[in-house]
């Protein structure tokens, strides 16, 4: 067994689930559990300046071997895991030399991983496959760029001769519920530029996200007795309905793709009484997404006009947004990643994604980063799967950007 494949089945082990609306950071404590064991890891590695700090985030540093000035460079991963599935009792499964097909991963409960319904897995036959028992979550999202910037740093200890720069190594917590860089020490960190890997597919170099927003709105209704409510009840559900409906129907997740922005309700919750909703809302394009918040607001008004002031209440906040913006004033990093991957032999295909990393908001705090890929498919659910030569090929990324960036390529 690889040492990257190694670590990765010993890091999605490790129950790292964060947890929305948590008052503590990070959101779950558990997620100091893997914190401890990569602290300890870099420490064994003999890296420097290895810290975990009260926020759970890990830090290190692999010093310089050459004599010459050369950037530093960050590699960034997240340990949490989506509060979407259970990240409990984990047990990968490898399925070697794929040979196309169904793939059982429960057979008493009759789950199927099948390429009729996840077409990227025809892509995949020849290779090993890590996977799920089909009753939780794998971890790929993010414990592959983990362990691909820890067999990454291992290879290059035990290889004084490849030669590299300054690397600071950054492991942070709660990535999966928008918090991962809230206490994130940018000028501590000391990097020029650093990368997240926490991309999908081999050859995914990203530096286009979504801008994006959350809105917590809650619906103050009249409650009476059914039999004697006309022209007295207000009901908070129905509010609730009403005001969903105001949204364009061709703006939700499902019926988008590419660039194509949305409105996302992620919980509805109530009784007649009080009805609460939580939605997202996202657009790569700037000017779109401020349409999307001021479409948003006007139909909040809307509300408020029809069924009487402060019957709904909104709570609109920006999230984060599209790293384009400060990423693209250095096309030398991205050239610097695109060459790392043709060394390897893959070919960049640089998209747009839908969703955002902690690297988005890394650069609009002075920290340009973008996203590379770890070879991990169906994010935050049980039907996830890795496969092993793409993570490989992420680790091995890795080394070619620090030995190119010695080159002054």
Do not use: C, W
């Amino acid at each position: 067994m690889t040492d990257v494949l190694a670590r990765f089945l010993r890091y999605v082990k490790i129950d790292t689930q964060s947890a929305y609306h948590s008052e503590t950071f990070p959101s779950t404590r558990k997620q100091l559990d893997l914190a401890r064991l990569l602290a300890d890891e870099l420490r064994e590695l003999n890296l420097e300046e290895v810290k975990l700090d009260d926020y759970g985030y890990v830090t290190a540093t692999l010093p310089s071997n050459v004599s010459h000035p050369t950037p530093t460079i960050g590699f960034i991963a997240h340990v949490d895991t989506s509060p979407a599935a259970s990240g409990k009792d984990v047990k990968p499964r490898l399925v070697e030399n794929y040979e196309g097909g169904d793939i059982t991963l429960n057979e008493e409960r009759k789950i199927m991983l099948s390429p009729s319904d996840y077409p990227d897995l025809r892509r995949h036959i020849g290779e090993t496959l890590v996977v799920t028992d089909g009753t939780t979550l794998l971890g790929a999202d993010d414990k592959a760029g983990v362990a691909a910037i820890m067999s990454a740093v291992a290879t290059l200890i035990a290889h004084p001769e490849i030669p590299h720069g300054k690397i600071r190594v950054g492991f942070t917590p709660d990535e999966e519920v928008g918090a991962g860089v809230d206490h994130f020490d940018v000028p501590a960190f000391g990097a020029d530029f650093a990368f997240t890997m926490d991309g999908g597919k081999v050859g995914e170099l990203a530096y286009e996200n979504f801008n994006a927003a959350g809105a917590e709105i809650t619906i103050h209704g009249k409650s009476f007795h059914p039999g004697d409510s006309k022209g007295k009840l207000v009901n908070a559900l129905q509010v609730a309905i009403d005001f969903h409906n105001l949204l364009p129907v061709f703006d939700r997740p499902e019926h988008t793709e590419k660039r194509e922005g949305f409105f996302h309700l992620i919980s509805l919750q109530g009784e007649a009484e009080q009805a609460k909703l939580e939605y997202i809302i996202r657009d790569h394009d700037r000017q779109l997404f401020e349409g999307k918040k001021a479409l948003m607001n006007q139909a909040a008004d809307y509300i408020n006009q029809r069924y009487g002031a402060g019957t709904l209440v909104l709570d609109l906040k920006d999230q984060y947004y599209n790293m384009f913006e400060k990423v693209a004033p250095h096309p030398e990093i991205l050239d610097l990643a695109r060459k790392a991957y043709r060394v390897v032999g893959v070919e960049p295909d640089e998209v747009a994604v839908r969703g955002g990393t902690d690297g988005s908001r890394l650069s609009f705090m002075g920290l340009p980063t973008p996203n590379l890929f770890t070879g991990g498919y169906n994010y935050h659910g049980r039907f996830e799967y890795l496969s092993v030569q793409e993570l490989k090929l992420a680790s091995q990324v890795i080394i070619e950007i620090v030995r190119l960036a010695t080159e002054g390529v």
